[in-house]
């Protein structure tokens, strides 16, 4: 969960609460973006907000539950201001709203406005209807939202997202982002390349470029070709000043020949978080994947070869309809074989509408829950393992904000472990040299290099 952003003390007070991907993370800071002129300036509370945008994921199951229990919790708020004479406007947007926008609706009739990704652009005039009545808009537009939003962000500070690419045509089986999220489509080149620029000269040292299925992007590139996420890459490395790039969320399938090259670049960071979700080929078949467990395999092997310090991490799936003992000791296999930095690890939770929900060979809960521990510990342990590998390294570190204790900083590695270390703030929004002392199970600690150094003169 996160709020986007912190405090304000303009007019009109906008809390926007964000659950699920790093998209809907970047989808609520441009609803910030585009609600700024209209003088609504980001509150970190609900209390007395002149709007709420709850900004919702339906990935997993509980969603909608979770929407409505805020909205409930929302509601006094809500009343109270009314009765004080003022207005709050009530939005629920994402993926719950595209999927359930007229149950939304009829259940919660203090909504004043639902609203689905596609969406934003139009968030003006949606917010001057709702003044006067409420607005559903679960529409699905042919061209991209992209070109209606505006130009100029936020301050995103040294660390920033890059939208590029949205939507899935893959349709696994199990997945509701095709019909949430809609059809792929990718941004033209030149206007990625234009955003990486101002992102770098407004402070950017990292880039991570976004996108639900992100190498499968297709740009037009100002050439008038096709740029797959290669060629973007390596347009964008040549900006100075610029110092990590990243990208996610990919599929196996999309991992062309040409990407995997680009992972030569010292700048694209020797991280991939390479969703898997099954290492059993009649599962993977089953999930409508498009790839099994060999090409994964042998797409590590690749990586590797170009950049041997790379290290992966990757979603899991468990108790998928049909899942075996076997099909599932394929999986810790895969995980063995592979060695995962880190990963996320999920019971499968059928979702209406989906191919998936009405397959047979349903796995009982208790057998999934058990996988799901076995998983669950030995990714535990490769995490572990590889952290505790980082101690006694020097790190470049990307600090991009204050730690939780005084005179901390925090950042990360090239491998997106988060470093804690006492340093001054004037580090911050800089790289600077770790030596690691500890790798713990989610973090790392160590001093400043140049520190050291300098006490010694
Ligand atoms: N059940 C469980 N996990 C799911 N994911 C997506 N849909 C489901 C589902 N129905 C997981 C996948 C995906 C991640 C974002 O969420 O592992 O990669
Ligand atoms: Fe969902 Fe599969 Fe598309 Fe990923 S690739 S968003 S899991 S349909």
């Not at 994921?57 to 969603?63: M, N, P, S, T, V």
């Not at 620029?197 to 100002?222: C, D, K, M, S, Y």
């Not at 470093?419 to 600690?445: C, K, M, W």
């Amino acid at each position: 969960m996160v709020y986007v952003p912190m405090s304000g003390t303009e007019p009109k007070k906008l809390f926007i609460k964000t659950w699920g991907c790093q998209m809907n993370v970047y989808d609520s800071h441009r609803m910030a973006d585009i609600l700024r002129p209209l003088g609504y300036a980001p509150s970190d509370t609900p209390e007395d907000a002149d709007m709420v945008i709850l900004n919702t994921c339906h990935i997993r199951e509980k969603a909608t539950d979770k929407v409505f229990s805020d909205l409930g919790r929302l509601r006094p708020l809500k009343e109270k201001k009314e009765k004080a004479g003022g207005k709050m406007l009530m939005a629920v947007a994402g993926c719950v709203a595209q999927a359930e926008g007229a149950f939304i609706m009829e259940r919660a009739p203090y909504v004043d406005m639902v609203f689905g990704p596609q969406t934003y652009q139009t968030l003006p005039e949606m917010i001057v209807k709702a003044t006067g009545e409420r607005v559903i808009n679960t529409d699905f537009p042919a061209e991209s939202k992209f070109d209606s939003l505006p130009a100029e962000h936020g301050a995103q500070g040294s660390s920033a997202f890059l939208s590029i690419q949205e939507g899935c045509d893959k349709f696994c089986t199990f997945c509701v982002v095709p019909y949430t999220r809609g059809a792929e489509y990718s941004r033209p080149a030149v206007q990625i390349l234009d955003e990486a620029r101002r992102l770098v000269e407004g402070g950017a040292l990292e880039i991570t470029l976004l996108g639900q299925n992100v190498n499968a992007f297709h740009g037009a590139g100002p050439d008038g070709q096709i740029w797959g996420l290669g060629r973007l890459i390596r347009e964008i490395d040549k900006n100075e000043g610029l110092e990590r790039i990243r990208y996610t969320t990919s599929h196996p399938r999309d991992m062309d020949e040409d990407l995997i090259q680009t992972h030569a670049l010292p700048k694209l960071m020797p991280f991939l978080h390479l969703p898997v979700q099954s290492g059993s080929d009649k599962i993977l078949a089953s999930m409508n994947r498009k790839h099994g467990r060999d090409l994964y395999l042998d797409i590590i092997e690749r990586l590797r070869a170009v950049r041997p310090d790379i290290a992966f991490s990757s979603d899991f799936i468990v108790g998928f309809p049909g899942e075996t003992e076997e099909d599932f000791e394929a999986t810790m296999d895969l995980v063995r074989r592979v060695g995962f930095a880190s990963a996320y690890s999920f019971k499968y939770s059928a979702r209406p509408g989906t191919p998936a929900a009405n397959m047979k060979g349903l796995v009982h809960d208790k057998i999934a829950s058990e996988r799901l521990a076995r998983l669950q510990a030995l990714i535990h342990a490769q995490q572990i393992d590889f952290n505790a590998r980082s101690r006694g390294l020097s790190l470049p570190v990307l600090f991009d904000r204050p730690g939780k204790r005084p005179g901390q900083i925090q950042g990360r590695s090239p491998w997106n472990q988060s470093v804690y270390v006492q340093g001054p703030a004037r580090l911050l929004h800089t790289i600077a040299d770790v030596r690691i002392a500890e790798g713990f199970e989610n973090s790392l600690t160590g001093d400043i290099e140049i520190l050291e150094m300098s006490a010694g003169f």
